[in-house]
């Protein structure tokens, strides 16, 4: 909680005053939001678009499913615990060229729980809000349904910290980490793909790693 304030923190639009000219080089290079001049443990940055986060912990977080689905309704942190669990070691890539290697996530795949509250025909998209108020994700139903797509309750081992958009972040392995919403507060499925915060601002709907905003794993250069 302390970190968050201590940062001073950030963000894509909000930033003010003297520290605008101070991160103006910095954000040029980093448009998907630095808001931490030293990295944090592991080599993760810490990134958010908004100046506070509201805090949520194991009694207040509420996950929201709705939309196109059977069932809807809200999930507490315990219900997505008592979820089967499924673990994954793979690297964060950040668009803008940091990678932290080997990270270890557990939590619930996001194909369990749309099965959990039945898929509606017609739906053909998933949409992410963060209870940051801000910001938004999407991926396809098909991408949504990947095995290594997470909605993920541990990061580097331990419970996913405030700073890294604990209690419940997604984590979408296969994509650059801007897909990976942190502080997850809702889930709606819809009919059509919404391109998220950072697409509005022209990154890529798809980002797969290595395939997308212009980088080619086959390339030589
Ligand atoms: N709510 C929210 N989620 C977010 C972001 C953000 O600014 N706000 N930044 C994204 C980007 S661009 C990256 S690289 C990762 C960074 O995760 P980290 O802060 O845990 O390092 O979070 C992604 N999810
Ligand atoms: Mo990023």
């Not at 793979?90 to 932290?100: A, K, L, M, N, S």
């Not at 919404?194 to 250069?221: F, I, K, L, M």
Request: aromatic share 10%.
């Amino acid at each position: 909680m302390a970190a968050l304030g201590a940062v001073g923190v950030v963000t894509g639009r909000r930033i003010q005053g003297a520290f605008e000219n101070f991160l103006a080089p910095i954000q040029s290079r980093d448009p998907t939001g630095l808001t931490s001049l030293v990295p944090d443990g592991g080599g993760f940055r810490f990134y958010s678009v908004t100046s506070t986060i509201p805090s949520r912990n194991a009694v207040t977080y509420r996950l929201t499913v709705g939309g196109l689905v059977d069932r809807p309704g809200t999930l507490t942190l315990d219900n997505l615990r008592a979820m089967p669990q499924t673990q994954l070691v793979r690297d964060f890539q950040c668009v803008t060229g940091w990678r932290v290697p080997k990270v270890h996530w557990a939590g619930v795949r996001l194909s369990d729980l749309l099965d959990r509250v039945g898929v509606r025909p017609g739906a053909t998209a998933v949409r992410f809000t963060s209870f940051d108020g801000e910001y938004t994700e999407s991926l396809t139903l098909a991408q949504a349904r990947r095995p290594d797509v997470l909605v993920a309750l541990d990061m580097l081992g331990k419970p996913v910290t405030r700073d890294h958009g604990g209690p419940v972040r997604l984590y979408v392995a296969p994509m650059y980490g801007y897909k990976s919403c942190k502080w997850l507060g809702g889930i709606e499925l819809t009919g059509k793909v919404e391109p998220g915060y950072w697409e509005q601002n022209g990154y890529d709907v798809d980002a797969w790693v290595g395939h997308s905003n212009g980088r080619d794993d086959d390339a030589t250069s």
